[in-house]
């Protein structure tokens, strides 16, 4: 579908769309408190009272609670057995994550070449990977055996060649995505990095992709780097509380974790076991991208069981 309707680029950086929905938000009366931990959502089995924070104060439910946390962290730790069962909870704890990904940003002097020509070098994102199965097969041994990749699944990303706004005048803006990498190291397969733990091994194995990179698809890449910040499977879940293990999408997209039965059957429609609790979040279908579509599923899903007309609200764009 990206192949042939391409993808939307925000202007600014990805956070215009945080900030963009942050102010719709507060122009309808909604409150936004930021810096605060939730801890446990109250109530009972039937229906939820009320949002516990880390601070101990307690936020009354009103109607409803909408999640956007990954379905793990909301049916395990903030709901928990008493709410929604033991069986369930049982079935989060066996939901498959996914693999982890590793992340490199890149400050240039100038914008890169890339071996490929021209075109590649006007693209957004450019997938740097051999158009073979073996290749692919390779990476998920490796990388399932808990060994760092030596040839991996790298997504590159381009912006500041479609965004100009995202780099100073002249310069560059770059980030490479590493989508299949292990959360626990056992060993290596580039032969360069001897630690074992994300912490010891995030700056060679760094290192060891921008050669790779510079090598095998962008000659001028290391040449031209000023500034680069790395970060791990191990980073990114500390950083982001949904990232669980350092993955993207909050689940893997497995046959049996799609559509409705993402993240599981019987969270499958947006909707807990408790009346007044519902998902929205990427562990929903269909599933991460920006797209806006589980929020949007879910408010559905809201207005039908409140007895309320969406489409009186709803605003399709004609485009």
Request: aromatic share 6%; charged share 20%.
């Amino acid at each position: 579908m990206l192949q042939n309707a391409g993808n939307n680029l925000v202007k600014g950086g990805m956070n215009r769309v945080t900030l963009a929905l942050a102010e719709d938000l507060q122009a309808h009366g909604g409150e936004i408190r930021t810096s605060v931990l939730v801890q446990k959502i109250l109530g009972d089995a039937k229906r939820a009272t009320a949002v516990r924070l880390a601070s101990g104060e307690e936020i009354p439910a009103g109607q409803l609670i909408v999640s956007n946390v990954d379905p793990g962290h909301l049916v395990i730790d903030l709901l928990g057995a008493g709410m929604v069962g033991r069986a369930i909870v049982d079935k989060m704890q066996r939901y498959e994550w996914g693999d982890s990904v590793f992340v490199m940003f890149v400050a240039l002097e100038s914008p890169i070449n890339y071996k490929a020509g021209p075109a590649a070098r006007q693209s957004a994102h450019v997938h740097l990977s051999e158009p073979s199965l073996d290749f692919f097969a390779r990476i998920y041994l490796q990388c399932r055996g808990g060994a760092l990749p030596a040839a991996p699944m790298i997504v590159s990303w381009n912006d500041s060649a479609i965004d100009p706004s995202r780099a100073p005048a002249g310069r560059a803006l770059m980030k490479f995505v590493v989508l299949s990498v292990p959360y626990f190291i056992t060993g290596d397969a580039t032969g360069r990095v001897s630690a074992r733990t994300w912490d010891h091994a995030r700056e060679p194995y760094a290192d060891y992709l921008i050669d790779l990179i510079t090598a095998s698809y962008i000659p001028d890449l290391k040449a031209k780097i000023l500034k680069r910040v790395a970060h791990s499977p191990v980073d990114i879940s500390r950083r982001i509380i949904s990232a669980v293990r350092g993955t993207l999408g909050q689940g893997a997209f497995l046959p049996y974790q799609n559509a409705s039965l993402r993240p599981i059957p019987e969270l499958g429609q947006y909707k807990t076991p408790v009346s007044n609790v519902y998902l929205c979040s990427s562990g929903s279908h269909p599933g991460p991208g920006v797209s806006m579509a589980p929020g949007r599923n879910a408010a559905q899903v809201i207005f039908s069981d409140l007895r309320l007309d969406f489409s009186s609200v709803a605003r399709i764009s004609s485009a």
